[in-house]
Antibody, heavy 127, light 105 residues
Framework: QVQLQESGPGLVKPSETVSLTCTVSGGSITRDTFYWSWIRQPAGTGLEWIGRIYASGSTNYNPSLKSRVTISVDTSKNQLSLKLSSVTAADTAVYYC???????????????????WGQGTLVTVSS | SYELTQPPSVSVSPGQTASISCSGDQLGDKYTSWYQQKPGQSPILIIYDDARPSGIPERFSGSNSGNTATLTISGTQALDEADYYCQAWDSTTVVFGGGTKLTVL
């Protein structure tokens, strides 16, 4: 059973960079064909996808956050990381990491979904 | 950017069928996944490719045609009260709907 566990500082000051880590257990980040994502959820609102990474280091980001986001992977620790720079109060949210699996449609295109999620870690941006 | 639209809330009586819609331009070509989220918990996958992951009850089903995807819950139970999110894959981007709060009353 795959398990994901996020960790982070909890409280970050405005304009700083927040760094979060997701530790994956029960499966290797490198062994299978999954992508790994970060998703966030401000209190009382919906889900927002931040970006994803493959074990090779290939990434895709949400265009609205791309200029401030870096996702990386440490295969030796079976971890993925998120760095979000120049944070403001609008970045206050629960941050989740999740595994992305996919299926093929009739035309051979991939469609991705999230089959395992971490419990989330709250990041509060405040001075 | 691509957008998915869900109704903010849906109400259903216990034992009845609940339908939650998710609309987007040519959504039928993009396929849709659905997630359930209860207060204080992480989302869980309940539908992908019109299929259910192991452990998800048969009363949950999904359909997708044209510009609308629909999550159907047959014989809704009180424990199904939760927020539901649709999700699609658009080129190289994940898109979530705004979420629908299902109330069972």
């Amino acid at each position: 059973q795959v398990q994901l566990q996020e960790s982070g500082p909890g409280l970050v000051k405005p304009s700083e960079t927040v760094s979060l880590t997701c530790t994956v257990s029960g499966g290797s980040i490198t062994r299978d064909t999954f992508y790994w994502s970060w998703i966030r959820q401000p209190a009382g609102t919906g889900l927002e996808w931040i970006g994803r990474i493959y074990a090779s280091g290939s990434t895709n980001y949400n265009p609205s956050l791309k200029s401030r986001v870096t996702i990386s992977v440490d295969t030796s620790k079976n971890q993925l990381s998120l760095k979000l720079s120049s944070v403001t109060a609008a970045d206050t949210a629960v941050y989740y990491c999740a595994r992305m699996d996919y299926y093929y449609d009739g035309s051979g295109s991939r469609h991705y979904y999230f089959d395992y999620w971490g419990q989330g870690t709250l990041v509060t941006v405040s001075s | 950017s691509y957008e998915l639209t869900q109704p903010p809330s849906v109400s259903v009586s216990p034992g009845q069928t609940a339908s939650i819609s998710c609309s987007g331009d040519q959504l039928g070509d993009k396929y849709t996944s659905w997630y359930q989220q209860k207060p204080g918990q992480s989302p869980i996958l309940i539908i992908y490719d019109d299929a259910r992951p192991s452990g998800i009850p048969e009363r949950f089903s999904g359909s997708n045609s044209g510009n609308t995807a629909t999550l159907t819950i047959s014989g809704t139970q009180a424990l199904d009260e939760a927020d539901y999110y649709c999700q699609a894959w658009d080129s190289t981007t994940v898109v979530f709907g705004g979420g629908t709060k299902l109330t069972v009353l």
